[in-house]
């Protein structure tokens, strides 16, 4: 099937009605939107032929879509948007860092490596991006909204303590888990399906057993972007453990092996790590039709991860907008995510959903290394490690497609005992 041509910056006119602001005291359960136009004007000072991905359209396509789908009138509030100080910016990053993305500002144009761009605004959009996930978390542990969707721009889990890259200025995910952290909250989970390891969210909190990292990924043995989040990465020292990285050895893979993963490794340690609150790092560039990505996530794939975490936390979700490049993809995928944050379940997971031998062998060893740390049931371990050695043989016969799927019987009835 062709896919549709991505939408153009001309065809994206707003006419939005915003939900309402928020105010404190309102309804506990209510879902709030955070988002401020000043965040669009981080834009990249134009030298190429090709606009850069990361640009101001991504949020205007988003807050369309969500309006276009009915699902702020009287359905959401919007949090008003707030820059982070320079203190709250310093939780996880390093004084010459947050001058250096300050600097920017006096400055048309500058740029962190070749594909990290800033203008005079950056700095502005980065505090804003980072202030709004703050906001947000504090008010979820205080119980003054139940969950939130952090609009913003620019992304942020590549952004190290002390470096800018990969489009990301200030590092707004680890922002929002210091700020839970602040607000009370003991454990914290941040869990990252943005199609890019989040390297600098791991950076942050690898020796933190406080904040549980767990990243899904397009990994192809270190040689896709950035490199890093390979299983064996699990933190170090007192964070040992604390990191779970589920590393995608190739492109394609969808729904079925995302919930695959959801169901075998990474629920059952969620679950024993028991989180007081959960940060969802979304990018939504592992969605179908996204140019950077490569993979087949579809809007009701996102739909169902979001309603596991949803009933684990009983609602309590923070999600930040990461990555994300295709506008119609990104806006469809940010429009399923807000209805189960609204409290519209997907339903169940279809029975027939089987992984790919490629998702099998990233979720097996990542279930294997895991499993030093947490418990993984021993026969769910035994299942897994079968399925893979029928599915060899298959995919050895299969001019050895990674993508296929582990069909067959062995998938239905698993031998007992
Ligand atoms: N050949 C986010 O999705 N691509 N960042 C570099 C080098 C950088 C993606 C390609 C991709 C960064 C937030
Ligand atoms: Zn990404």
Request: include cysteine.
């Amino acid at each position: 099937m062709e896919q549709r041509k991505d939408m153009s910056d001309s065809e994206i006119k707003l006419h939005l009605t915003f939900p309402p602001l928020w105010t404190p005291q309102t309804d506990a359960a209510s879902t709030a939107i955070g988002f401020d136009e000043r965040m669009l004007l981080h834009s990249e000072v134009q030298t190429k032929s090709h606009p850069h991905p990361e640009r101001p359209d991504r949020l205007r396509a988003i807050m369309g879509g969500l309006s276009a789908a009915g699902l702020f009138s009287g359905l959401c509030c919007m949090i008003p948007s707030r820059e982070a100080t320079l203190a709250e910016l310093e939780w996880v990053h390093s004084h010459s860092h947050v001058e250096a993305v300050e600097a920017t500002s006096l400055h048309e144009a500058s740029y962190f490596g070749r594909d990290t761009y800033a203008n005079n605004y950056s700095a502005l959009a980065a505090r804003l991006a980072a202030g709004t996930c703050i906001d947000l978390m504090t008010a979820i542990v205080k119980g003054q909204i139940l969950n939130g969707f952090a609009l913003v721009r620019p992304p942020g889990h590549h952004a190290l303590s002390a470096t800018a890259m990969g489009f990301c200025l200030h590092n707004n995910a680890a922002l929002a888990a210091k700020a839970a952290l602040s607000a009370g909250a003991k454990k914290v989970m941040i869990i990252d399906w943005d199609v890019h390891h989040g390297n600098g969210t791991q950076e942050i909190f690898d020796s933190d057993s406080s904040v549980l990292y767990v990243s899904l990924h397009r990994h192809q043995a270190g040689f896709f972007y950035p490199g890093t989040g390979a299983a064996s990465e699990v933190g170090i020292k007192d964070g040992e453990g604390f990191s779970v990285n589920i590393p995608w050895p190739c492109g394609g893979i969808g729904d079925e092996d995302y919930l695959f993963a959801f169901q075998n490794v990474i629920m059952p340690i969620v679950e024993q790590f028991a989180p007081d609150a959960t940060i969802i790092s979304a990018g939504f560039d592992a969605a179908k039709g996204d140019p950077l990505g490569g993979c087949q996530v579809t809007p009701s794939g996102y739909a169902h991860m979001t309603q596991l975490l949803y009933s684990l936390m009983k609602g309590k979700l923070l999600v930040v907008l990461e990555g994300g490049y295709n506008l119609r993809s990104i806006s469809a995928s940010a429009a399923a995510v807000l209805k189960v944050l609204l409290g519209v379940s997907p339903g169940e997971i279809p029975p027939s959903w089987q992984p790919t031998f490629a998702g099998l062998l990233a979720v097996s060893e990542a279930c294997v290394i895991q499993s030093r740390y947490w418990k993984i049931d021993r026969m769910s371990l035994l299942n897994m490690q079968m399925l893979l050695s029928a599915a060899e043989t298959k995919f050895k016969e299969n001019k050895n497609d990674p993508r296929q799927p582990v069909s067959g019987p062995q998938a239905e009835d698993q031998p007992q005992g």
